[in-house]
T-cell receptor, first 113, second 113 residues
Framework: GNSVTQMEGPVTLSEEAFLTINCTYT??????LFWYVQYPGEGLQLLLK?????DKGSNKGFEATYRKETTSFHLEKGSVQVSDSAVYFC????????????FGPGTRLSVLP | EAGVVQSPRYKIIEKKQPVAFWCNPI?????LYWYRQNLGQGPELLIR????????DSQLPKDRFSAERLKGVDSTLKIQPAELGDSAVYLC???????????FGNGTRLTVT
C-alpha cells in the first residue's frame, strides 16, 4: 500500500538557519504530493503541493520538489523564523485532487530566537 | 470566511462511556471528512461524505463508531462504548470540490481513562 516516511523530530534550529525536512514515499501509482503544517493549537493547513515529477511547490519561503527518481519530496527553507515552529506533515494522494490522503507521522520543528 | 468549527475542543471520559463530536464545515463545502490522529502520527481517514452520502467509510470501526451528516451540512461522529485505545485527536475537514484543498478544524482531543 501507499506510505509516507518523514525524518524524525524534533528538529531544533536557530533563527535564520537553513531547514530541510526529508520526506520519501511509496506508492503504486503516480501520486500528488503535499506538505501540511500544524501550528500550535490549530488545525492542519496546506503549505504547498506538487502534482507531477519535477514540479516545485512553494509558499511562505518554503519549497519542495517532486523527485520521482528518488521518490522524495523534501521540504526546504533558506532562513527559518520563530513563527515557523510547528509540526510539518508530508502527504500523498493517488488522485490529483488530494481527496484520499496518506499522511506521514509529522516532524516537529522548533525555532529558537 | 469562517473556518471548520469543531466541538468540544477537549473531552475526558471513562472507558465504556459514549462520546460524540460535532463538526460544522465551511459554508458551501460539500465534502466532509473525519480523521483520527494518534499521538505522534499523521491523521488517518475514518469516513468521507459527499453531501449526505458516506462515500468512503472503509476505515471506520463500525462496531463502535458511527457518523451522520444530516442535510449535508453538520456532522456528528459517535463512539459507543469508548475504549482506552480511542484516545486521540479527532479532526474534521471539508472541501468545496474535488479540485480544492482540504480545510481542517482544530480538532477534538479525546482522552479515555
Amino acid at each position: 500500500g501507499n506510505s509516507v516516511t518523514q525524518m524524525e523530530g524534533p528538529v531544533t534550529l536557530s533563527e535564520e538557519a537553513f531547514l530541510t525536512i526529508n520526506c520519501t514515499y511509496t506508492a503504486t501509482g503516480y501520486p500528488s504530493l503535499f506538505w501540511y503544517v500544524q501550528y500550535p493549537g490549530e488545525g492542519l493547513q496546506l503549505l504547498l503541493k506538487a502534482t507531477k515529477a519535477d514540479d516545485k511547490g512553494s509558499n511562505k519561503g518554503f519549497e519542495a520538489t517532486y523527485r520521482k527518481e528518488t521518490t522524495s519530496f523534501h521540504l526546504e527553507k533558506g532562513s527559518v523564523q520563530v513563527s515557523d515552529s510547528a509540526v510539518y506533515f508530508c502527504a500523498l494522494s493517488e488522485d490529483n485532487y488530494g481527496q484520499n490522503f496518506v499522511f506521514g507521522p509529522g516532524t516537529r520543528l522548533s525555532v529558537l530566537p | 470566511e469562517a473556518g471548520v468549527v469543531q466541538s468540544p475542543r477537549y473531552k475526558i471520559i471513562e472507558k465504556k462511556q459514549p462520546v460524540a463530536f460535532w463538526c460544522n464545515p465551511i459554508s458551501g463545502h460539500n465534502t466532509l471528512y473525519w480523521y483520527r490522529q494518534n499521538l505522534g502520527q499523521g491523521p488517518e481517514l475514518l469516513i468521507r461524505y459527499e453531501n449526505e452520502e458516506a462515500v468512503d467509510d472503509s476505515q471506520l470501526p463500525k462496531d463502535r463508531f458511527s457518523a451522520e451528516r444530516l442535510k449535508g451540512v453538520d456532522s456528528t461522529l459517535k463512539i459507543q462504548p469508548a475504549e482506552l485505545g480511542d484516545s486521540a485527536v479527532y479532526l474534521c475537514a471539508s472541501s468545496s470540490s474535488l479540485d480544492s484543498p482540504l480545510h481542517f478544524g482544530n480538532g477534538t482531543r479525546l482522552t479515555v481513562t
